[in-house]
C-alpha cells in the first residue's frame, strides 16, 4: 500500500475507526502522521500504523501541490478537503453519491 502525503485515509482500527484523516507526513515504512483539522491538527498530528488505515484516495490536486512544496495545509485546509468524504458525499472508490 503506497500512501503519500497529502492521501485520504480512513482509520480501520482503534478508538478513531471509521475517521478520515489527511496524511501530512511518513514517518517510515509502517507509520503515518495523521491529521483531521479538528481533533488532530497540524500542529499535532497522529501517529499511526500503516496497516491499521486504508486509503480512500490519492491526494487532491491542490493539496498534493502544496505537499510537494513542502508546504503543510492549514487546518481549515483540510476539513474542507474532507468535508466530501465525512458526509458520505464520496465513496470510498471516490464515487460521488
Known amino acids: 500500500m503506497d500512501i503519500e502525503p497529502g492521501s485520504i485515509v480512513r482509520s480501520k482500527q482503534g478508538r478513531d475507526a471509521g475517521t478520515h484523516y489527511i496524511a501530512v507526513a511518513r514517518l517510515d515504512e509502517r507509520h ?22 486504508e486509503l480512500v484516495a490519492p491526494p487532491p490536486g491542490p493539496l498534493k501541490t ?11 485546509k483540510i476539513q474542507e478537503m474532507l468535508q466530501p468524504f465525512v458526509a458520505g458525499e464520496v ?4 464515487a460521488q453519491g
Open 91 to 94: 465513496k470510498a472508490d471516490g
Open 66 to 76: 502544496w505537499m510537494e512544496a513542502g508546504r503543510r495545509p492549514s487546518d481549515g
Open 32 to 53: 503515518l502522521l495523521l491529521a483531521d483539522g479538528r481533533t488532530r491538527p497540524v500542529r499535532k498530528p497522529k501517529k499511526k500504523n500503516i496497516r491499521h488505515v
